[in-house]
């Protein structure tokens, strides 16, 4: 059903529902070499277009159920009198109401005090020979927040030999990989000190905090040192759930956080985040919290400082909580990549015996090159369960 006075166009499908197409809408999309570069599979639109397509119409609608098509004349058009769109994408762009527009694509997987025991384990020979356990793999990160490899060598440089399928590193000063060992307490950070390390974010410092974190077990102390993990994502919906008005503190104003150092290189940088980021329906984004670079500068409010202070001590009670946390020692030849948005991560203090030490190898990734290598794979595969933008 065509209604002009509306300009909204009705197409009921199969299963039979209603989905009304702004004129609008689908004029902007109109997919015409006019309109669509098809070298690169851009709009080939500008500010004026646009501007014109308000003033658009259908003028007539009819199916074309033999191939699979839809033809619509237009009246007000400058550019063309018609188009002609695929039901296969009509179907795929489904715009959605209100109440809909609040389920988010992505599928989490929440932690619990079960949950978190059976986190999925890979095999290192098979991740990095076989594309679709790279896949699985990394969609586990994605939905769990972590994933384990195990069965590597104990020796460095072997997370790069799958890393280097995915995407590139994220550089830091740190560099592309780095050595996670104790150097005492002429250490430059707390990372590389022997002391107990809280549950934190890295990089909360930086503006542009890196999406995953990957880290390589090489040789384990002998005494403590074990990986603390926790879901934030996990903690925070608890808080949402108990303490709404604690919830919404946190998510309102932001700590700010810095790194500075002139030890062995020159750098100072600064950067604001709330501890919980939301998308625009109310899901979480991120979580961002390292206490040992949070500065003295608090953005909030005068008569909301106590309640902001309740309210950062509640949300950690649930992060450090049972059904939140996970404690293990990672063992030398397995890997643990985690999602640096959602997985906050610590350790236990240790001592380092004679004849022994603990080295960690690491990087980070993005999860714009990850996700990309993602929908790559899911594209050549004919996956249907898409990764959607995060």
């Known amino acids: 059903e065509n209604r002009i006075e509306d ?3 009705s197409l009921k499908w199969d299963d039979g529902k209603i989905i009304n197409y702004p004129h609008h809408y689908l004029r902007d999309h109109c997919p015409f070499q006019s309109c669509n570069n098809p070298q690169v599979g851009q709009p080939a639109s500008s500010s004026l277009t646009l501007d014109s397509y308000a003033k658009t119409t259908i003028k007539r609608a009819q199916i074309d ?12 058009d400058d550019l063309h009198t018609s188009s002609t769109y695929k039901l296969d994408w009509l179907k795929t762009h489904q715009l959605v109401s209100s109440s809909e527009s609040n389920k988010f694509q992505i599928k989490r997987h929440l932690w619990n005090s079960h949950k978190k025991y059976t986190i999925p384990r890979f095999d290192f020979n098979k991740v990095l020979n076989d594309k679709l356990e790279l896949y699985e793999w990394l969609r586990s990160i994605l939905q769990n927040g972590l994933a384990f490899i195990d069965n590597m060598p104990t020796e460095t440089g072997q997370l790069q030999k799958i890393t280097q399928q995915v ?18 307490e002429n250490a430059a950070t707390v990372v590389y000190k022997n002391q107990r390390l809280p549950l934190h974010s890295d990089f909360s410092f930086s503006n542009n905090t890196p999406g995953l974190q990957i880290l390589h077990c090489i040789s384990a102390a002998k005494q403590g040192g074990e990986s603390l993990l926790s879901d934030a994502f996990k903690a925070a919906e608890m808080l949402r759930e ?3 008005e604690y919830f919404d503190l946190l998510a309102k104003y932001p700590l700010e956080y810095e790194d500075k150092r002139t030890i062995d290189a020159e750098f100072f940088f600064m950067a604001l985040h709330p501890v919980i980021s939301l998308y625009h329906n109310g899901e979480i984004k991120q979580v961002c919290y390292t206490d040992h670079t949070r500065t003295s500068i608090l953005h909030v409010p005068q008569e909301k400082v106590v309640a902001y202070y309740k309210a950062l001590e509640k949300f950690l009670d649930y ?29 236990t203090e240790f001592n380092v015996l004679p004849g022994s030490k603990r080295h960690f190898e690491g990087t980070y990734l993005d999860w714009d090159g990850v996700m990309s290598y993602m929908r790559v794979f899911e594209r050549d595969q004919n996956i249907s369960d898409k990764t959607p933008s995060m």
Request: net charge negative; charged share 15%.
């Open 65 to 76: 159920q033999d191939n699979n098509e839809l033809h619509i004349e237009w009246m007000n």
């Open 167 to 184: 995407t590139d590193f994220r550089y830091t000063y740190y560099g592309n990989i780095f050595q996670i060992q104790s150097l005492g």
């Open 7 to 9: 300009k909204l166009l």
């Open 319 to 347: 992060v450090y909580s049972a059904d939140c946390m996970l404690q293990f020692k990672l063992q030398p030849g397995s890997m643990m990549a985690f999602d640096n948005y959602r997985i906050l991560h610590g350790r």
């Open 242 to 244: 108990n303490y709404p």
